[in-house]
């Protein structure tokens, strides 16, 4: 049987027939084809694109800013709407629009840190006070110093949030608006317990009345006292040692790399007895929730008393506001050492400021002072129960709106003047969680406070880079 | 003999089909690996990011192997991943054989234990975390209403790890069923029927026949679900934060915390380098076993 298909069958290859010289004809002629098609495509897409073009350069100018703001939406929506209105208006020559992005807390400012490392353009964001330190050494923040000179506006702000903006001598963010905590109980509970309001504002009284109430209200599955267990324990430990006079951190000189700078200060002898008031309430009986609804347990009657943020009234439906304070009383302080002492309380809120990766720094900041133009920001505040960080809608007009509307908007405003901020450096997250720790310790019965604290600043301490 | 131009092509053609393949696992695997072992041993920070990286060497490992709160967390992983591999697979084992016995519903069944892992860990950690809480809890209100006293799962350090493996267990169980039941599918029926009449009783037939035919299935499993439940943190994130006390921070959590809560990059780098030699190790030591098993096996056959 032959084989067809044997070598032999076939011519041999000559130079001619080589198959490098059909490669290059086949490679040669579509190379040709191809510079003919590609040459067309362009002469076709110029032409069609050039009546296109013209047309577009007689219409408006479209922008787009783009922002990351924390939850919840319902008060954004709001400002920026009604911002983007009087935006629109002072530029008719543009067509501009906002693309917003609201995001849970901690979402917001993985997502902002994760933004300006990969230098996105973002245009506006919201900036807890804690994060500003923390943004600006990173340098992702733009320095406002010389737009806010021009801008006129500084005086108009209570110190304490106009300097909350600052860091190291410049202003990155402006503190749009604060909230406090404040002391929230349910009078027909406290009634049928037969304790007095006036006896939770010292230190004693608050740990004896929350025997009675849990003795009084257990059975109907309600607890006595909230006390915070969750991460940001600290937040409600602060006020306790800002009220006996300590700090939290403070400056101190012989830093190995920076000279001066922060040191853990709140191992004090004040911090201890911070601490062991926190420690003689889960004696008493008191547990610390793991869990923080941020008032709507206590607007669930879940509890008798709570101390927390003046965000609370938003958990309150809108119409009973005007009947709130039949049911619900308010003593605007935390519980203090001994009667006639000096409360504190701890002041949030939200700064907003622009991104260095923003290309629309002049538009962003016009859009920014005009969110914060008392006639476009009090109508929000009213709405959400948020406080003012500036003097013309805290004492002007507007605070007749506020009153109005806010249930102890009076007794929530007196309270700014006993309100610290935490500090805004970049190891706060980290000293935060070191004290957080410590807390916990104290909870769990694990440590005593001297040693939880001590434990807690040396942890601090090298954070800081002290050793 | 000189390759023409056709046959050399020819010679390249099946790598250059390898190309796009292996330019993902480049950009997706290598790449990312080697960034991470570059930025753990430069300090990088989030407030240092933009500007000048230096260079540290090992000083990241060394910290991290100094804190206590990584140690921790290696213990805390191990009894999590532990007691998660445990329960996972033998609930999984168990349901999988149930289901094979062809009973009525077997199919509804199966695809009813399926449903958790469709779930994602977010709404698991969620729903655990509601029926867990302290306070109001539906796992309290029943054992109060029983008369008992109630627990702090979520809140007792000695116990918090064990009600996370509860919820993963839930959440990685139907993985198990579903690879067994494959497995188990592929075993011949003949076999078990000449084991009937050779006189073997059904859990004879599980352990001489069913667990060896069955033993491919169970390593590549248990390599799965050890290296899942390792790396798993989004569930813990979201019932406990690793508290209390880190009682619950795992090592992947702790590396999590230390990238983006607290901004340590390489920190949070070289722990996750830390945990890629650890899934490494438990996988080649699986692997090692069950063929250091089978050796045995085909020497006493011999």
Known sequence: MSNSNSLGDYPPVTKKESSTNTLHEYIFKDFKLILVIGLLSLILVATSLTPFTMVHAQQPKQVTLTAIVAEPKERWDSLFADALTKLRERHPDMKIDID??????????????????????????????????????????????????????????????????????????????????????????????????????????????????????????????????????????????????????????GHPQKGTYWFPAYNSTEGVQALQFLSDQVKAGIKPQINHFWGKEFADKKFAVMLEGSWLLGHFPRNESKN??????????????????????????????????????????????????????????????YLPTQKPIAEGTYSTQLNATIPYYKELISMLSIGHSRPSIAEYPQIADNIRQAIDEVYLGVKEPKQALDDAAKKSAEVLGWS | MKLTLEARAGSLQPYLLLVPALSILIGFLLFPLMWNIYISMHNVSLTTILGEWKYVGFKNFSNLLRDPDFHM??????????????????????????????????????????????????????????????????LNYGLEQMGLNPVAWLSDPGVVVWTLVIANMWHGAPFTVIFLTAGLFSINPVVYEAARIDGATKIKSFFYITLPLLKPFIIINLILITMWSVNFFDLILVMTNGGPLFASTTSSLYMYRQAFEFGLLSKGAAAGFLLIGMNLVLAYSYIRLFRRQERTVEIRQM
């Open chain 2, 73 to 138: 967390s290696l213990q805390v992983s191990l009894l999590f991943v532990g007691g998660s591999v445990a329960l996972q697979f033998f609930v999984g084992m168990v349901l999988a054989v149930v289901l094979n016995q062809q009973i009525w519903g077997s199919n509804a069944f199966r695809a009813l234990f399926i449903i958790p892992w469709t779930v994602s860990a977010v709404i698991t950690g969620f729903s655990f975390k509601f029926i867990f809480s302290d306070s109001f809890g539906v």
């Open chain 1, 100 to 253: 917003y992005r609201v995001l849970p807390y901690a979402d917001t400012r993985k997502q902002i840190l994760t933004a300006m490392a990969g230098r996105t353009p973002i245009d506006l964001i919201s900036i807890d006070q804690i994060w500003l330190g923390e943004f600006a050494e990173g340098k992702f923040l733009s320095d406002l110093s010389n737009l806010t000179q021009s801008w006129n506006r500084s005086s108009e702000w209570f110190k304490t949030n106009w300097d909350g903006g600052i860091y190291n001598g410049k202003v990155y963010g402006i503190w749009a608006w604060t909230d406090v905590r404040a002391m929230w109980y349910w009078k027909d509970l406290l009634n049928q317990s037969g304790v007095s309001p006036d006896s939770l504002r010292t230190w004693n009284g608050y740990i004896e009345a929350a025997k009675k109430l849990e003795n009084s209200t257990k059975d109907k599955g309600i607890q006595a006292m909230h006390l915070v267990g969750a991460s940001h324990s600290p937040d409600m430990w602060y006020p306790y040692l800002w009220m006996l006079g300590g700090e939290i951190v403070k400056q101190k000189s």
């Open chain 1, 324 to 385: 709130f304070d039949k049911s619900v009383g308010m003593i605007p302080m935390f519980p203090v050492p001994k009667e006639g002492d000096t409360s504190a309380t701890m002041m949030g809120g939200w700064m907003l400021g622009i991104p260095v990766t923003s290309t629309n720094k002049a538009l962003s900041w016009e859009l920014l002072t005009i969110m914060i133009q008392p006639d476009v920001l009090a109508p929000m505040l009213a709405n959400y129960a």
